[in-house]
């Protein structure tokens, strides 16, 4: 039988004080936010920004994010989801307690993959410049909170979602890096630095 997990102690005080009405502006970004159109608005603006602050050395940061929201999709989808089964907020709570800004199916609360798939994709690019790191993890967190002021997730649905594209961002940079490394030696090629240095920038 599938294990079904509920929602932890703090989730639902947490919750109440985020699923709120904060005016008509919130709730629309919120529903933009649901929207795949965000995520590829989302992509496009930390590639063009990864381009013009490395140009062509930010080929191994792209891939590596790309590489991380692929992995945090299938391991959030495929397999925690569907072990850990468990119910949405809106579909748990009293009816008329909960207010529910987007849709959403009656499973797969944990975690939330809008959250890991964000904090997945800026990883890479907040490691490689951690003067940006603070405004890539903020964006990444709102993006996830939102899930919650839409009723559609609890709030350590978002953390654990977090946690979860953490963990993938920074192993997709490790691979690349070793991918790198190693296409370099059998090149023939010096070993230099397959991504660009931390530090200051441009």
Sequence with gaps: MTPHVEAF???????????RDFGPLVDALVR??????SGVLGACVLILWALWKWRARAAPLILAAVLAVVA????????????????RPCYTLARGSVRQVVPAANAGSLP????????AAVTPFAVAAPPAAPVLYLLATLMGLSRVVA???????????ALLGL????????????????????????????????????
């Design 72 to 87: 945090t999709d299938l391991v959030g989808a495929r397999l925690l989801k569907p072990m850990l089964s468990r119910s």
């Design 32 to 37: 933009f936010c649901h929207r795949p159109l």
């Design 112 to 119: 939330s993959l809008h959250a890991a798939n964000w904090f």
């Design 151 to 161: 009723g559609v997730h609890w709030p350590s649905d978002v953390l654990l979602g």
């Design 167 to 202: 963990l993938m961002g920074l192993l997709a940079r490790r691979l690349v890096q070793a991918l790198a490394k190693r296409w370099r030696a059998d090149d023939g090629a010096p070993s230099t630095a397959t991504e660009p240095a931390t530090g200051p920038q441009k």
């Design 9 to 19: 102690g703090w989730d639902i005080p947490v919750f109440y004080a985020l699923n």
